[in-house]
């Protein structure tokens, strides 16, 4: 069975840093573009950043370019999210998703474009 399973959510408070691991069972996650998603209550859900397959081209939503860094251990399966300078604009459920073979993260503002999800880990920016 196909699985991404996000962790590292937690309170911060604002200026702090966070990294959130999204890890994949089932499958080699080297092989898939991996993306990174927030939504926060009443909001869509957008997309924050995106890591191509089998390279390691990063693109990042504007709103956190110099902020936010998306990486991959290929020895552990795992890409994480490393956050700094949290804001409180920033707390939102976090959830990583990929798609097999997508070499320039192309789509990687939509959702649609990403079949497989994890189920969310919560970030919570407070003083």
């Known amino acids: 069975q196909l699985k991404l399973a996000e962790s590292g959510g937690g309170l911060v408070q604002p200026g702090g840093s966070l990294r959130l691991s999204c890890t994949a069972s089932?499958?080699?996650?080297?092989?898939?573009?991996t993306a990174w998603f927030r939504q926060s209550p009443g909001k869509e859900r957008e997309a924050v950043g995106c890591i191509s397959s089998a390279g390691s081209n990063t693109y990042y939503a504007n709103f956190v370019k110099g902020r936010f860094t998306v990486s991959r251990d290929n020895a552990k399966n795992t890409v994480y999210l490393q956050m700094n300078r949290l804001n409180a604009e920033d707390t939102a459920v976090y959830y990583c998703?990929?798609?097999?073979?997508?070499?320039?993260?192309?789509?990687?503002?939509?959702?649609?474009?990403?079949?497989?999800w994890g189920q969310g880990t919560q970030v919570t920016i407070s003083a």
């Open positions: 089932g499958l080699t996650l080297e092989n898939y573009a």
């Open positions: 998703a990929s798609v097999e073979r997508n070499f320039y993260c192309s789509g990687y503002k939509e959702p649609n474009t990403f079949p497989l």
